[in-house]
Every structure is written in C-alpha cells, then in structure tokens.
C-alpha cells in the first residue's frame, strides 16, 4: 500500500433547496390561500477519524466532496428532504487546516472524532410564509442557499508513542522489526526506508506500544534536504525518541550531533522530548573499540548510552526496560 501523509481535497456543503409558490384549491375548501413548502437543508461535510485507515492514498484520486443538495419544497406546506450529510473517512492522527490561511480547523487522533468541515446550505422560504393580512395571496419564495465551500489541507502525523530516529543506516528498520512484527524493507544501502514504518511493541502488561521507524534523516533535513524533512512530523505525538547511532561509523559523535540539531531546527518542542540513546551494531567492533566509541558519545551526550545490537538482540531488553521506564508502564 502506497504511504500518502498529505492531501489537498474541496469540499462543498450541499445546496438549500428552493421553496415555492403554492395555493389550495380544493373542492370545499372556500379558502384555499397559499401553501407553499420550504426547501429541505444542503447536506453537511464532515471528516470522521477511521482506526482502519493508515494512509491518505484515497484523496490521490479524488479531490472533490459535495454533499447533496437538499430537495425544493411542495404545495400543502410540505418541507422538501434534507440532503444527506456527507462522511468522509480519514486515519487516525489527521489534522485539517484550511489551505490559504493554513489555520487549524481540528485534529482527529481518536477513532470516531467528528469535524464539520462544510455546512449545508439554508433551504429556501415557500409563499406560506409571507401570508399576512395585507397579502392574502403572496406570491413571493426564496431560493435555497449554497453550502459552504472550502479547501482543505489535511495533514497525517502518525500516532506513536515512541519514534526511532538516526542517520540512514543506523539499523532503525532492523531494530522495529526484531522488536514488533513489523516487516519493514531492510537493505544495506541508505534511504531504504521511504515511509515511515509501525509496529506494535508488548509491553510487560501485555498490552501493545506502538513504535515508528522514522526515515533516516541527514543535515540539513529540516530545510528540506533528503527525506527527513517531509517525515519528521510524524514524531510530533510521539512521548519518546529513541536515537540510535551505528557503532560501525567512522565518527559516531558526528552523527549524533547532526540527528540531534535537525530537531533543534525542526522546532516543535523535539529537542526537549525525552530520548534513549543507544549505540547500535555493536557486533560490529572489538570490546576496546566499542567502549571508545560508547565514552565519546557518553561525553558528548552526558548521559547513559545503551549497547545494542538489533541484528543479534543483543542488549534489546535493557532498552525495552528503559522505554518503559521513561513512558511510566511497570
């Protein structure tokens, strides 16, 4: 399935139907006077938050929305129908902004949240209501109003608790899928993960966590250089960051400290959410050289760094155990 985390669709609430002009004339009736119905309401756009969509790949092939059209009203001070009110399903975690002004109309994250996003519009008055005692026989109506109308930018941050970030090649992909079921592509060669990736982790409880392998970001990511520009909202929700550094790499300080300014520059609060680092691969180095490696980062860092490997799950359960620690699950 195709990822698509933006879109730009129209919407347009429905048209008010017209009232009309009407009178009674029936046999027996002496006094028929005016009996035109009012037009029914335009139907209402709404976007409603679906737990079974991951992805905004439906709005690649469609762009318009319009609810129906309410219906003309009808002799005998009969209403016409209301039209329909328009669902559109979109995944959990979207948020809706309008596109010129880009302010933000809502933030569906919970499954079932509701957004109005384009009201119907108002049906118009039949004759009967202009009788009066001056006008026995009106002869006016309105028409129905159009519905609201309006472009959306909608906007798909996943929902995760916990995002792994670091260069290409840190071993994200292989680390998500050791630790969930996820079925990432993994290969030896930057950039091999495009989309950003989830999966459920267990937790001691039993209950599952929800992890995403965010795609390797490089210097410069949040001014749009590589991939990482476009995927590092996804980590907006997430409570926690794991960041992982590959002990195989020729500076490990040096890619430590371009991960850590993308979020500086990236803004959003990044910087200031709580991180594990963890030295991955580190099957890949002698004893001597991977405890160098792991006092240059501690030094830079000033905290604790974990050695992980995720090819050999080796330390994996020390970084579990850190996880839920730092997200309060015993």
Sequence with gaps: MQFIDQARIAVQGGRGG???????????VPAGGPSGGDGGHGGTVWLEADPNLQTLLDFKYRRLFEAPEGRRGGPNRRSGAGGDDLVIRVPCGTEVRLQ????????????????????????????????????????KFTEGKD????????????????????????????????????????????????????????RPSGDGTVFADIPGLIAGAAQGAGLGHDFLRHIERTRLL??????????????????EQELV???????????????????????????????????LWGGEVLLISAATNSGLDLLLAEVWKELGIQ
């Design 18 to 28: 017209d009232g009309i002009v009407a009178f009674r004339r029936e046999k027996y």
């Design 100 to 139: 010129e002004s880009e302010v933000l109309l809502g933030d569906l994250t919970e499954p079932g949240d509701r957004l109005r996003v384009a009201a119907g519009g108002r049906g118009g008055l039949g004759n009967a209501h202009y009788l009066s005692n001056r006008n026995r026989a009106p002869e």
């Design 147 to 202: 519905g609201e109308e309006r472009q959306l930018q909608l906007e798909l941050k996943l929902l995760a608790e916990v995002g792994i970030i670091g260069l290409p090649n840190a071993g994200k992909s292989t680390l998500i899928s050791v630790l969930s079921a996820a079925k990432p592509k993994i290969a030896d060669y930057p950039f091999t993960t495009l989309v950003p990736n989830l999966g459920v982790v267990r």
């Design 242 to 259: 794991v960041h992982l550094v590959d002990a195989s790499s020729a500076d490990v300080t040096h890619d430590l400290a371009v991960v």
């Design 265 to 299: 520059a990236y803004g959003h609060g990044l910087d200031q959410r709580p991180r594990i680092l963890a030295l991955n691969k580190s099957e890949l180095l002698l004893p001597d050289q991977l405890e160098a490696a792991r006092d240059a980062l501690a030094a």
